[in-house]
């Protein structure tokens, strides 16, 4: 994750990767791809795309990018993207 962070360049922002190799914060956020999709693109225990605003740790946003032909959200993962996350955040 910290490869990632350099490569786009967030540096000393607020923004925070992270990563969840053993899925557990995946599973308990209820996050978990469930879709049967095509097993050789490995969609199942996969993650949902999706952003969460954190203030304090109180959740005061979460957005999911998918739709039911669209399991990963990568036809339209717009929900998740900053400009989403940052138009939801202006009411907290």
Do not use: Y
């Not at 993650?47 to 304090?56: S, Y």
């Not at 990018?65 to 939801?88: Q, V």
């Amino acid at each position: 994750m910290q490869g990632w962070a350099k490569d786009q360049k967030i540096g000393l922002t607020k923004i925070k990767f992270m990563g969840d190799p053993a899925g557990e914060l995946t599973k308990a956020l209820d996050m978990e791809m469930t879709h049967p999709g095509p097993a050789s693109v490995g969609i199942i225990g996969r993650c949902k795309r999706h952003a969460i605003h954190v203030v304090d740790g109180v959740i005061k946003n979460i957005a999911i990018s998918e739709a039911e032909d669209d399991p990963a959200g990568d036809g339209n993962p717009s929900a998740t993207l900053a400009d989403a996350m940052l138009s939801a955040m202006e009411g907290h």
